[in-house]
């Protein structure tokens, strides 16, 4: 799915000297998301909810669900576990509904929004994903 092609897009492409920040990783996203999704429009660090999502693909036809990507990166010099890294994913997920970042794509009427939470560190990196659905539009 969409986890595995960006994680691969992202990791194969960049060299882990390149991505050393949080910053890096949302502008290699960027990147990526910008060449696969041609049908949507890409914001970068917008407002929705009761805060500022870092990715949000919005569709060009209201028919296709947006997408919402929150991103962790762990600044350890020394190796960490895939289960730490998982966790930033999981903190990455839990801040999309903590901040209530769907707000913005369902007050334009979209129905369903694909969720991403993705924690990196260097070269390994972890994705929570969950289909948010706006259960007014049913």
């Not at 960006?6 to 000297?17: A, G, V």
């Not at 390149?18 to 996203?29: G, H, P, Q, S, V």
């Not at 998301?33 to 049908?39: C, E, M, P, Q, V």
């Not at 919005?58 to 296709?64: E, G, I, T, Y």
Request: with cysteine; proline share 2%.
């Amino acid at each position: 799915g969409l986890s595995k092609v960006l994680e691969e897009k992202i990791l194969s492409n960049f060299s882990t000297f390149d991505l050393t920040c949080e910053k890096d990783y949302k502008i290699a996203l960027s990147v990526a998301l910008s060449d696969l999704f041609l049908d949507y429009a890409l914001y970068n660090e917008i407002n929705s909810g009761i805060g500022r999502l870092d990715i949000m693909l919005l569709p060009k036809k209201r028919n296709l669900p947006a997408i919402i990507i929150e991103v962790k990166h762990s600044k350890a010099k020394k190796q960490i576990s895939a289960q730490t890294i998982n966790k930033l994913a999981c903190n990455a997920f839990e801040q999309i509904q903590e901040m209530e970042y769907y707000r913005f794509p369902f007050k334009l009427g979209i129905k369903e929004i694909y969720a991403y939470g993705m924690g990196f560190w260097k070269n390994k990196s972890s994705i929570v994903f969950k289909k948010i659905i706006n259960e007014q539009s049913i």
